[in-house]
């Protein structure tokens, strides 16, 4: 069964800090995977989209990391600010790529203090 | 980019009622998609609905109780049947743009549902 696992479930950092969320998946055969950001009571925001070729992908503050291998990504946050509280949702989709056969992590919930 | 609109973002309903929900999209696409979001869970798919032809449903979802439209190429409803409170979610519109390298998928902004 295809599984996405995301650590931690929920994080607290300072403002100005830097954090790192983990995603390892099970979904094979692989095709790409997209970072959301969600916040309250909205709907998800893509980040970033990478393919099993790529290593890295930025997006401003925002650097997603794929090892295919050991089916592991990464999303950094660099010098978080108070608007990246939010819940960020890693996405897998199967070989063809298409929207109808992704598999959703339940998402690490940030929250960014002053 | 797609920018999708969905209607209501949030309302209180009774048990036993029925309420639908609007998705617009500011162009054409082939397929739209209906989520699910639990309160701490992660999206689980509905349905794909597709124009001129009846929606497809994932296991565990059926048609009497999330009857879908899709009258045209921007346009979708998903209606939640008789409600009860584990119908409490947010339920969320989907189209997928393949006109973009890596074929970027768009959410709306949710509907938030609290049945009481």
């Known amino acids: 069964k295809n599984q996405v696992e995301q650590s931690p479930q929920s994080l607290i950092i300072l403002e100005g800090k830097n954090c790192t969320l983990q995603c390892n998946y099970t979904v094979s055969p692989f095709s790409n995977l997209r970072w959301y950001k969600q916040d309250t009571g909205r709907g998800p925001v893509s980040l970033t989209i990478m393919t099993f070729s790529e290593n890295t992908k930025s997006n401003g503050r925002y650097t997603a990391t794929l090892d295919a291998d050991t089916k592991q990504s990464s999303l950094h946050i660099t010098a978080s600010q108070l608007s990246d509280s939010a819940s960020y949702i890693c996405v897998v989709s199967p070989t063809g790529g298409g929207a109808d056969g992704l598999t959703f992590g339940k998402g690490t919930h940030l929250i960014i203090q002053p | 980019s797609a920018v999708i609109s969905q209607k209501p973002s949030r309302d209180i309903c009774q048990r036993g009622t029925s309420l639908t929900i609007q998705c617009q999209v500011d162009s054409q696409v082939t397929m739209m998609f209906w989520y699910r979001q639990q309160p701490g869970q992660s999206l689980t798919l509905i349905a794909t609905a597709n124009q001129g032809s009846e929606a497809t449903y994932e296991s565990g979802f059926v048609i009497d109780k999330f009857p879908i439209s899709r009258p045209n190429l921007t346009f979708s409803t998903l209606t939640v049947s008789n409600m009860s409170p584990e119908d409490s979610s947010i339920y969320l519109c989907?189209?997928?743009?393949?006109?973009?390298?890596?074929?970027?998928?768009?959410f709306g902004e949710g509907s938030w549902l609290t049945v009481v």
């Open positions: 989907s189209v997928e743009d393949l006109t973009k390298s890596g074929n970027t998928i768009y």
